[in-house]
T-cell receptor
């Protein structure tokens, strides 16, 4: 089975801090994604990566950056956390065969105080 | 851009059938997915259907696709308390630059009552 692991289930940070969310997958997937989930809005794509060191902006990239130095690891960075970035963050991965579904981690619930 | 729309809430009695509805707007060839999210967890893939199919059945789950109306539904037979969750409809586009991106609906909260 595919395993997508997010480093923290719950995280509390302060406004202005630099925050790192880590995601690791064990199935050698090429594509990895970061979403945020807010009530009534579903999942919105922040960034995705289709290869090591490659990244593409999603629908809401402002205030975020990403890093993919190794194929199995995709990091989401909040350069200067703000309260409106309090949310549930979900990581997903999939193969280059686009018909294959995305596999999700359990999510990180991030609170910015 | 594409929009995927779902109703936000559904209440159903244990043992009854649940029907969760979704509409999508893109007319290209596409895969349509149903994901389930239990409290505090990530998304679990339930089933998916290609846009040239009308129906797919998998145990208690039946997916129906009306291509003309761009309407997708998920029917859960004999609904159990363990089916209480948020259900997301999602669409992926088979274009050269889609990279397997998914467009999600807002999710339907299903509450199963005894």
């Amino acid at each position: 089975d595919v395993k997508v692991t997010q480093s923290s289930r719950y995280l509390v940070k302060r406004t202005g801090e630099k925050v790192f969310l880590e995601c690791v997958q064990d199935m050698d997937h090429e594509n990895m994604f970061w979403y945020r989930q807010d009530p009534g809005l579903g999942l919105r794509l922040i960034y995705f990566s289709y290869d090591v060191k490659m990244k593409e902006k999603g629908d809401i990239p402002e205030g975020y950056s990403v890093s993919r130095e190794k194929k199995e690891r995709f990091s989401l960075i909040l350069e200067s956390a703000s309260t409106n970035q309090t949310s549930m963050y979900l990581c997903a991965s999939t193969t280059v065969e686009r018909v294959q579904p995305q596999h999700f981690g359990d999510g990180t619930r991030l609170s910015i105080l | 851009g594409e929009d995927v729309e779902q109703s936000l809430f559904l209440s159903v009695r244990e043992g009854d059938s649940s029907v969760i509805n979704c509409t999508y707007t893109d007319s290209s060839s596409t895969y349509l997915y149903w994901y389930k999210q239990e409290p505090g967890a990530g998304l679990q893939l339930l089933t998916y259907i290609f846009s040239n199919m009308d129906m797919k059945q998998d145990q208690r789950l039946t997916v129906l696709l009306n291509k003309k109306d761009k309407h997708l539904s998920l029917r859960i037979a004999d609904t159990q308390t363990g089916d209480s969750a948020i259900y997301f409809c999602a669409e992926t586009l088979l274009t050269t630059d889609s990279w397997g991106k998914l467009q999600f609906g807002a999710g339907t909260q299903v509450v199963v009552t005894p």
